[in-house]
């Protein structure tokens, strides 16, 4: 007992620190950008030495993938907090009205999206910053056949089309509001809100859909997005290995009527 309990210690100081270390590292590169940021800085930054960076990760490459993978993970678990806290946003536009408020609160997602070089520098060249993530196409198609079937969106509208719309408005989004003075932007709920009601209003079904296919669709949004985070922890595995924190368990308490 006592021996796990030891090696249970060491491995949350571990992602403890490598938390720490990626926190550091997120606020430099977007302060300095990527080509000014050193392995020196971060360190001093998290208040760690030099080479224990290096017991984590094998260069400053490697840190940035993790850096990437974990704010992107972060933000796949945020909405899937929300879709358990609140089960009217477990529709497609819900969903992504909810990712567009995650989104719009990470900036260095947002860089990766929009290729901001000021941010990423030499890293937009090399293509290594794509957020997209080929791994979901196929279960986001599936997702989307299920809304399909139960009357939950246009039955005229392709896979191809579907992800064309929702590129078009979360990066337009992203664009946009990069343009715009600060005295005209929303808040980070409310262009979720309206991004939600534009895809909502884009890919409306003509008929109502009944309380059935609501309840079939909810389920198969909320598998979705454990799908996603399932897929977002594992490539951060390949980033952190052991020092990856645990897993949120987001299934109902015992005795909990939900």
Not at 3 to 8: G, L, N, S, V
Not at 45 to 56: D, E, R, S
Not at 99 to 127: C, F, I, N, W, Y
Request: charged share 25%; proline share 5%; hydrophobic share 45%.
């Amino acid at each position: 007992m006592g021996a796990t309990t030891q090696r249970r210690g060491t491995a949350q100081r571990r992602y403890e620190r490598a938390e720490r270390i990626l926190d550091a590292a997120t606020g430099l590169v977007l302060r300095w950008g990527y080509d000014k940021t050193t392995i020196d800085d971060v360190a001093r930054h998290a208040g760690v030495a030099k080479g224990t960076i290096y017991l984590h990760w094998g260069s400053r490459e490697d840190l940035f993938a993790a850096l990437m993978r974990w704010d992107r993970a972060q933000m796949i678990g945020a909405v899937r907090r929300r879709l358990q806290e609140d089960p009217a946003t477990a529709t497609l536009p819900g969903l992504f009205g909810l990712l567009a408020h995650e989104l719009h609160r990470r900036p260095l997602l947002q860089a990766a999206m929009v290729q901001d070089s000021a941010v990423l520098g030499k890293l937009v060249a090399r293509k290594q910053t794509s957020t997209t993530t080929p791994d979901m196409v196929a279960p986001f198609g599936e997702y989307l056949a299920t809304l399909r079937e139960h009357g939950m969106v246009r039955a005229d509208l392709s896979l191809e089309d579907h992800l064309t719309l929702v590129a078009a408005v979360l990066h337009g989004s992203l664009v946009s509001l990069r343009m715009m003075p600060d005295s005209l932007r929303v808040s980070d709920e409310r262009a979720g809100e309206l991004i939600g009601d534009a895809l909502a209003r884009a890919f409306a079904a003509e008929n109502p859909p009944s309380d059935a296919a609501r309840a079939v669709c909810a389920d198969a949004t909320r598998a979705f997005v454990d799908q996603a985070y399932a897929v977002a922890r594992a490539k951060l595995r390949e980033s952190l290995g052991d020092d990856l924190p645990p897993e949120e368990d987001l299934s109902p308490a015992e005795g909990d009527p939900s």
